[in-house]
């Protein structure tokens, strides 16, 4: 069975500390012969802001089109999801913010029209990875991002024991990530760990 994998790069500096986290990972990924991967790249893709309107709470959609029509299913079908986003003043970036703003029609579709994100066979079977960066040395300094991600994947049925998380602090400047003595080795132990997981999840 393939192992569909999606995968969205949130910074909007292209190649810096948390992308290098996510390249890392999907590296690893790419060498298993199971693994079919996506990586989007937000700053291209086209996603406008949530506009409020709740429309989705009636219409079990987004009355926006936008590059959100092609992500929407994918998301749906996807058995990992993967979200690599940088800190900006003690909170996830903006470009990864929208995203998880535009996943109000997940939220609608579950908690207000009662339908399932995805079929009930496949529930408890995905699995989402948090990748970030902060530049900031301080322990707190991703916590003001820890809800927002939890909500992101809560409303496409990640639950909380299914959510992996590699954080790295201390890494400001563009490839200040390349000389952490640990981070692309976590990265690559973490991607083994994961597909390991999910691999044994699909077949039973």
Known sequence: MRIKVLAFA??????????ALLDWVLDAMQKEED?????????????NPCR?????????????RDGMDTLHDKIIDADLII??????CMGICSQAKALIDRFQVFRSRKYV???????????????GIFLSSAGQNW?????????????????IDVRDKDIHYLMVNGVDEKGAILK??????????LAHEVITDIR???AG
């Open 200 to 202: 044994a999840r699909l």
């Open 10 to 19: 949130g910074s909007p500096r292209r190649h810096g500390n948390s992308e």
């Open 139 to 155: 322990d707190h300094v991703f916590n003001g991002a820890l809800p927002t991600v939890k909500c992101f994947f809560h409303v």
């Open 113 to 127: 029209l009662k339908l399932p994100i995805v079929p009930p066979e496949r529930k408890g079977k995905r699995i």
């Open 35 to 47: 693994a079919d991967i996506e990586k989007v790249i937000l700053v291209d893709a086209d996603i």
């Open 83 to 88: 979200l690599s986003a940088p800190i900006y």
């Open 52 to 64: 409020g309107c709740n429309a989705c709470e009636t219409l079990n959609r987004c009355v926006q």
């Open 180 to 189: 952490h003595p640990s981070a692309q080795r976590d990265a690559r132990l």
